[in-house]
């Protein structure tokens, strides 16, 4: 298995304000850009040459990596001039692939974090003899998720777009944005207008009579696509539950990055990432949270479960409990932010300005 595609060109418009300047992929977790630790697990299961299907901020990708040799990979980017969807961006990156006709095309999604074991999926896909595989993860309320019902051979019967009721939910098994396309059949999908793959390309090759094979694994897998998520993911790599060769030092209850300076007495637990530049002053406690690069939080603030943005400020004794703030915001001393609370970039709350708890 040597080659791939990454589609990391959407918008990521339920994560912002962290993606006003950053595309979603780009986003920090665990000390690096998350497409990082997809680069990583794909290189260390074999990939050697992946195209990265871009439209969102383009132009952040490749300055960072480059061609990819720093991670042992061959990169290349194709850029939609409009947005394609999921299965209009493989096939406007086919002619950058090597492969022939019947080799099988590993294909990801740019906002999954998993513990897939990307080895068994294209094993799965060559032994079935499948035209497509795909990666398929057990959920307990899969309402919220396309449904891929299977045989006993694992073979796909059907495609089943968020269930409303108890009868409509025939499995718990849903489509987790990871698979194996045979060559051929990418270049079956129609050029030059937005496609999507689970609405679309899947449902019309299954009614074609193609052979869709589903692969349930059910390590780690997690959707980064809301900023609580984005956050607990972030954490779960320092942590070690969600497994990635590319975090930037040993997993444990902390991740500081060399250039961050923090107090002796301030406390970091519950996976928390301090990025490069960032302060965190004296008697402040982090849990659970991602300070980005060059975030100020001053002694005595309280942050749980949050994502503090590059650049913000957060003054001392605030308070921020599931809280999003974006970059460059400046949150004054004394407030409290909560439960989803989402702070755009660049504005000012001045000290004692919002109180937000749950007795109110």
């Avoid at 040993?250 to 406390?267: E, N």
């Avoid at 928390?272 to 406690?285: F, K, L, P, Q, S």
Wanted: a negative charge; charged letters at 20%.
């Amino acid at each position: 298995m040597t080659e791939a595609i990454l589609l990391v060109g959407g918008k990521g418009t339920r994560l912002r304000p962290l993606t006003v300047n950053t595309p979603k992929p780009m986003v920090p977790a665990a000390g690096v850009p998350f497409l990082t630790h997809q680069l990583a697990r794909a290189r260390a299961a074999g990939v050697e040459h992946i195209v990265l299907a871009t439209s969102y901020l383009a132009e952040v990708f490749e300055p960072h990596f480059g061609d990819g040799s720093a991670l042992g990979l061959s990169l290349e980017y194709v850029t939609e001039e409009e947005p394609l969807g999921t299965g209009g961006a493989i096939r406007n990156v086919a002619s950058r692939l090597h492969s022939g006709p019947d080799d099988p095309v590993l294909i990801f999604n740019g906002d999954i974090l998993t513990g897939l074991d990307i080895g068994a999926l294209v094993a799965t896909h060559s032994s079935s003899g499948a035209d497509v595989s795909l990666h398929l993860t057990r959920v307990e309320d899969p309402r919220a998720f396309g449904l891929v019902p299977t045989d006993d051979t694992g073979r796909v019967t059907a495609f089943l777009e968020k269930p409303q009721t108890p009868e409509e939910i025939v499995t718990d098994q849903i489509n987790a944005g990871a698979y194996v396309f045979r060559r051929s059949v990418i270049d079956t999908i129609p050029a030059g207008r937005p496609v999507s793959v689970e609405r679309e390309t899947f449902p019309e090759l299954l009614a074609a009579g193609a052979h869709l094979q589903g692969m349930v694994d059910s390590t780690y897998w997690l959707d980064l696509g809301t900023p609580q998520a984005f956050v607990r993911g972030s954490a779960d790599l320092v942590l070690g539950r969600a497994p990635s060769p590319a975090v930037p030092g040993r997993c444990g209850d902390r991740l500081v990055l060399p250039t961050a300076r923090v107090a002796p007495d301030a406390k970091l637990t519950g996976g928390t990432v301090v990025g490069d530049g960032a302060v965190v002053g004296a008697g402040a406690r982090v849990t659970g949270s991602t300070l980005l690069a060059g975030a100020v939080v001053e002694p005595g603030a309280v942050i749980t479960d949050s994502l503090v943005g590059a650049g913000a400020h957060i003054g001392a004794r605030t308070v921020l409990a599931g809280a999003v703030i974006g970059d460059g915001a400046h949150v004054g001393p004394d407030n409290e932010l909560r439960d989803g609370v989402r702070i755009w970039c660049n504005t000012t709350l001045p000290p004692r300005s919002i109180r937000f708890s749950s007795d109110q």
